[in-house]
T-cell receptor, first 114, second 110 residues
Framework: ETGVTQTPRHLVMGMTNKKSLKCEQH?????MYWYKQSAKKPLELMFV???????ENNSVPSRFSPECPNSSHLFLHLHTLQPEDSALYLC?????????????FGSGTQLSVL | DAKTTQPPSMDCAEGRAANLPCNHS???????VYWYRQIHSQGPQYIIH???NNETNEMASLIITEDRKSSTLILPHATLRDTAVYYC???????????FGAGTTVTVRA
C-alpha cells in the first residue's frame, strides 16, 4: 500500500467511448503526476500538477484531458481514444520543495482500447 | 537523452547479494542518483537515493563512486520477490520531473 489509489484497475473501452481514470493520494502531497507505460517501453511523463496547477503537458494529444480538483485527487478523462493508447496508466504523487523528492506510485490502470 | 546506462538484464541467486551497476558519466553536481523498481504490472517503487555519499536503508545500499560517474545498488539478500525491473535515474535537485529509461530486468532464481 503506497498511499496512492487508482481506479479502475482494468478498463476496456471502445474508440467512441468516454471514460475517466481516478487517482487519490492519502499522503498529504502537493504534486501529482500521470505517466503512461506502453508495452515494452519506458514510462512516459504525461502531465504534472503542482498545487493543483498544471505545470507540465508533455505534448499529450487532446483526447487525454487531465483534471486536478484539489491536491488529493487527479483524474484523466479519455475520449475517442485509439488502439495505440492501450497501456498502463500510472498516477504518482510527491511532496515538492524539499530538494530530494520521492515519487509514490499507484498500481495503475491497465487500459485496452478496442 | 539517456543520462544513465544499465545492463538490460541480470540473474542472481536467492539469498545472495545482488549488485546492480549504473553508469552516469555526465552527471552534474546538482543531480541526485535515484533507484526505483517495478514489479510486474505494478507501479514503480522508490528504493533509495544519494548525492555523493553512500547510503543504506532497510531495502538496499547505494554505493556512489568518488567521481560520481557510476553507482551500484546492492540488495544484500535477494529473494524471489525482488524479481523486478530496476531503474537508475539522475534527477536535478528541486526538479519534479523523473525520467525513466529501460532499466535492468533482474531475475532472482531459487
Amino acid at each position: 500500500e503506497t498511499g496512492v489509489t487508482q481506479t479502475p484497475r482494468h478498463l476496456v473501452m471502445g474508440m467512441t467511448n468516454k471514460k475517466s481514470l481516478k487517482c487519490e493520494q492519502h499522503l498529504g502531497h502537493n504534486a501529482m503526476y500521470w505517466y503512461k507505460q506502453s508495452a515494452k517501453k519506458p514510462l512516459e511523463l504525461m502531465f504534472v500538477y503542482n498545487f493543483k496547477e498544471q505545470t507540465e503537458n508533455n505534448s499529450v494529444p487532446s483526447r487525454f484531458s487531465p483534471e486536478c480538483p484539489n491536491s488529493s485527487h487527479l483524474f484523466l478523462h479519455l475520449h475517442t481514444l485509439q488502439p495505440e493508447d492501450s497501456a498502463l496508466y500510472l498516477c504518482a504523487s510527491s511532496q515538492e520543495g524539499q530538494g530530494a523528492e520521492k515519487l509514490f506510485f499507484g498500481s495503475g490502470t491497465q487500459l485496452s482500447v478496442l | 537523452d539517456a543520462k544513465t546506462t544499465q545492463p538490460p538484464s541480470m540473474d542472481c541467486a536467492e539469498g545472495r547479494a545482488a549488485n546492480l551497476p549504473c553508469n552516469h558519466s555526465t552527471i552534474s553536481g546538482n543531480e541526485y542518483v535515484y533507484w526505483y523498481r517495478q514489479i510486474h504490472s505494478q507501479g514503480p517503487q522508490y528504493i533509495i537515493h544519494g548525492l555523493k555519499n553512500n547510503e543504506t536503508n532497510e531495502m538496499a545500499s547505494l554505493i556512489i563512486t568518488e567521481d560520481r560517474k557510476s553507482s551500484t545498488l546492492i540488495l544484500p539478500h535477494a529473494t524471489l520477490r525482488d524479481t523486478a525491473v530496476y531503474y537508475c535515474i539522475v534527477r536535478v535537485i528541486n526538479d519534479y520531473k523523473l525520467s525513466f529509461g529501460a532499466g535492468t530486468t533482474v531475475t532472482v532464481r531459487a
